[in-house]
């Protein structure tokens, strides 16, 4: 949305979960207008990117967990906290949680608690608190037991409505997740409730900002007109009015307007129904300060460092079905994978498959140096031969495996536009070589590149991994690998 | 046998001169229209690759009329179901601006 903003738009106005995105968009804006980042830029008066702002509704970020599986932590006799998350996932490899990646609003602020956690504050969090070495020793600790990183909290909660408990006992999501997951799925479908934990060292919120875009300063851009001016002023207006505040609280959200009681008779948040005790009006306890932006900044940086490091395998299709605009799409689109990968400890390899292995590249730190030689290998890709989809896929998680590696998150993302048809090992044989691993097997995720791809055996082999499938064509391959990256 | 002496008429000179002239010209015209027309296929035959397979074409900005009163919001995934339902009631309301466009609302999820 903030890259969006940025250059000639098709909106005139944004809603970001967080206003840190309107923070992240003015830096940017200043950094493109001025030439210059940092505190230093500036841009003349009159052309900044946000004009007015409102916001309408907030929430705070929370943990939330299956009913049974928050008592396993002690809620609800007891506060929980992120150490206490982490004590129970190394204590119990099969407890899994994640907090999805720091693109998203609910990942960067959850990580942003947990550097204040580490740091023992709630409030002024400074790059020399963020950045010492105990803060980031507990930072890591917390992170060293996510199950992987990802997309946002819609895509979790509609994996959690497919797979229940086995996808995931916990994670970092806006408190409004849990009230409307309890009304459509525990309430309507029969399934176990969520429940917020708030964590007990302090929680950020989220804080739903509706911004105005003073389009027009560039010369090839429309400019926002009067009349546009007029309705976003109208629209935020009936967006705070008594009767649509109501109407978000009703929906989850915790109103703007501080007089609206929280707890009365139909609000989620009320004594019965079944939120009841789901969810904690009073709660949390201690709301951290958001910090300024340079911290951010600086946060998302050093979280890199503390993260859980990853080793993926790259398995891509390069059989004579991909030449044309297919393989150069595929080059694209790894590249961008590739580039995304930015953690100091990630390890990427990559298999190129065609009648048997082209190409094998073993996993490997992605410097400069390394990332440079991947790139190269990826341009050079062509296509020719046949598909021996399997035998890719089994010589990834073979690799994986032998390295037991079990510190990172072990990943395979495998993407064909064909049908298997050269292979020497079976399905059978994968589902073997996956149970016979010591540690966690490595999780798969699958990409169907056009209609012709075996999407049957595709969806088998995510599920063997316990990963994804994913359909793809040349117009969002590069979007759809991007977005994998997150996992990451 | 007396060797005729050929002597060159001015106006027959004339004449060839223009005749030659013309097709010159013409040749010159056609060929620079049939190259053109040529040049304007490759380069369109390119965009259409490019656009096709989303290489690095200029984005198409959207346009809106001067006095336009619709507002598009980009709103993040989560509150996107939310909002939306809200700028249908707000849509609903049938307001317009002092002269006399329609306000709209219109979100998109991002």
Redesign the interface.
Known sequence: ?VD??L???????????SSLWLDQLDQAWTAQTSGQAGEEAAIPVGQQRIGSQVRY?VSPIVIAAWESAARELGWPDQPVGWEDIQQLATQDPDFKWNHPSTST?AGLLATLAEFYAGAGLTRNLTEEAATAPETLEYVKNVESTIQFYGE???VIVQRLAEEGRDFLDAFVA?E??VIDWNRTQADQQGQERLVAIYPKEGALWTD?P?ALLELGSRA???AT????H???Q??AD??TSAD?QQ??LA?G?RPADLSIPLDAPGSPFADTGVNAGAVDWRQPQTTLQMPGPAVVDVVKNVWRLTKRPTNVYLVVDASGSMSG?KI??TR?ALTAFVNQIQGDRDRVGMIEFGDGLKAFTPLRVMDEGNRADLLIQIDAMEASGGTALIDAVYAAVADLQAQSDGEAIDAVVVMTDGKENSSAYELRDLQALLRSGAGRPPVIFTIAFGKDADEELLQAIAELGGGQFRRAD??DI?ELYRIISTYF | MKRSKSRSNPKRVLVTVGVLFAVLTFFCITFTMVSAIFIRNITNNAST?VD????SSA?E???????????????????AP??QA??G??NGQN?T???G?P???QV?A?
């Not at chain 2, 096709?52 to 290489?55: L, T």
């Open positions: 949305m969006a903003a250059d000639r738009p098709g909106f005139q106005a944004i809603s970001p979960d509704a609003a946002g909290e819609e806006q409004r997740v739903h509706l090839d851009e429309l007109t009067n009349n546009q007029l309705t976003f109208a629209f009936y967006l649509v109407q978000l929906s959200y605009p150069i799409r694209q040349a117009t590069e | 690759y096709a397979y989303g290489e984005p900005a959207m346009t809106w009329e001067p006095d336009s009163a619709e507002l598009t919001i980009a709103v993040s995934p989560v509150m939310v909002l809200l700028a009631q707000f307001l601006t002092p002269d466009q306000m709209n609302v998109v991002y």
